[in-house]
């Protein structure tokens, strides 16, 4: 798997490409779990890259999620394809995130709940 | 004395000596400690030197990992003198006589020096395999007789089952009889592939603690070469450079521990005696030993890996009974319902779960899916079938059941553990079943009349994700004969051998066409009519079997189905 990353207006966008399963989640966890612990509080994660998502995968998102609540950080998600969609519906945890289209209306939101 | 001659060796750093003058030194990783040392573990003030009445004590400041004196643990201030060795956190510290008489300690590893060090001219390198070839064309010939029984002899005893520190003593004791050093060492490489002193043997009356050259180490370990150097005091260079070897070695003589697949480490003697310098027999001796015990060496290694992985599994073995153990493999002799369940995990313990309990007139049913494999999954899942043993019987509702279970496993869940879950509870008086859906595929429900459809209502998170949540469960009536079916993923995921196949050779391919999907599981369901609940979970599982072919299983496989049979 690779980690695309890119640094906009204050806010970290992560990309992760390609399948985030039981083996590659670990990967991502542990990249994610080092910007947090390197200060990162305002995050989108961009999944347009990310064919397929495992329950394993949903679990990196959450801990994402847990360590950014408002109001120490802000997490937004975007770019979901309709197989990741699907998952994270199953899960129930479509309203557990915050959920735009694309980038860039991710880091409006991310800009505005800072701006709050 | 009023001076104090410390030879520092940091953690982080490069080693170094220091003379404690005046009446007292802090030892610390603070820049204000009169001796500095680089390591991340020791405190800014850990211990001090203090002079007394003309003799020196050490006294710990309060440092977190304390300070050690000769490996003791430091309770109070204790005087210390030349060869004491002082421990803070991974940092140490030898007192040393004045001047440079004192053996240096090793550094760890029992090497020191750089890799780029040059070493003595009269240094003579001959690659292992010529030394082996010359070994055994001297044959029983003349003066080598006795070497080659000598060799004979190791080999035999190699023979006999052996552990590591015998086959070290074995190799050091042999030596000492042929070739008479005044030391001899064992290096061996680490996991990581550094060297380190495996064993150490001394003649009588020798005594400080050798460093050997690691370029040396190097040439031997990395070119399987063997080194002999002779009367190396005399070369000037080598003189001067004390930590090539300890000061006054006059013979040296290593070989490198290779076998078929590389090089293990090395085999090192020292000697100061003029009376036995080593000669390049020696080395040929040396160098058979030393081959020999390398082929054990590799031999110790795996089976110490074998015996490793076998209590692993054995211990993985023991978790999965527990587990098994868990789930009720007979169900309550209520009346009115006709149960059945199986789950197959695809690894030795894994994260499915099912329960079915009775409450009064009342059953309750659980089948979940924790995320994620393994041990970690295993112990959730422990966790939450635990947890609706306790929570399930004393709540009013399935929904309060499910938003109690999710508080207790959101607590403390760092590593945002969470479980898909689909409770019921079905009053087998009335048909009556209310359920939750936390994030889990729909359950089906089989209608005596025939129809198979997903039960309705909304979808929650998955228990444990959030900490607080309001769970919301949804009621219908079963008709008399009507079933349900609840299962897991790793149903309607199952893989076939095709995918994996196409998977393996990295072709595109239609994620769903190559998966058992809920078509095929929801044609199988309409074939199911007036089954019993027993029969409905083994067709399935056939079904799957058939499916997945020769295909390792890829998840966890749980199957759940109840039959309301009608009021008793």
Redesign the interface.
Known sequence: MEIGEEKADGALVIAPVGRVD?VS?GELERHVVARLDAGARRVVIDMAGVE?IS??G???L??A??RLKPPVGALVLCGLGP?VRTVL?????T??FTIEPARAQALARIEATSAS | MSTLHLLVQPRDGEPFRHEVQGEAAVLGRSSKADVVLADRYLSRQHARLVLREGSWFLEDLGSRNTTFLNDRPLAQPMPVRPGDVIRLAESRITVTEPGGDMPSPAVGDGLTGGTDERLPESTIFRPASELLAASVAAGESGGLAARMRLINEVHRALAAPITLEALLDLILDRVFVQLQPEEGAVFLRDEKGELKRAAIRRARGITGEPLYSRRLAQEVTEKGVAALVTDASADERFAKAESIVFSGVRSLLAAPLLDSEGCLGMVVLSAKSRLHPFQEDDLELLMALASAAAMRLRNIALAEETARRRLLDRELELARDIQMAMLPKAFPHLGGIDVSAALRPARTVGGDLYDVMADGERVWLLVG?V???GVGAALFMAVTKTLFRAIAPGSASVAEAASRMNRELARDN?????V?AFAARLDVATGELEYV?????PTYRLEAAGAVAPLPGP????LG??EVHEYRSTRLRLARGDAVLLYTDGVIEARSAAAEAVETLGLAAG?AAEEFHTLRLESYLKSCRGETAERIVQGLLERLDEFVGDAPQYDDVTILALRWLGPR
Do not use: Q
Not at chain 1, 89 to 93: K, S, T, V
Not at chain 2, 414 to 418: K, L, T, W
């Open positions: 039981s989640s397929y329950s394993a949903l679990r990196v959450l801990v999620a847990k197989s519906e199953l899960a129930g945890f309203s557990l | 899916d995320s994620g494999k760092e590593r945002a553990m969470f898909t859906n936390a994030g889990h595929n979808v929650d998170p998955a994700a959030v994620e």
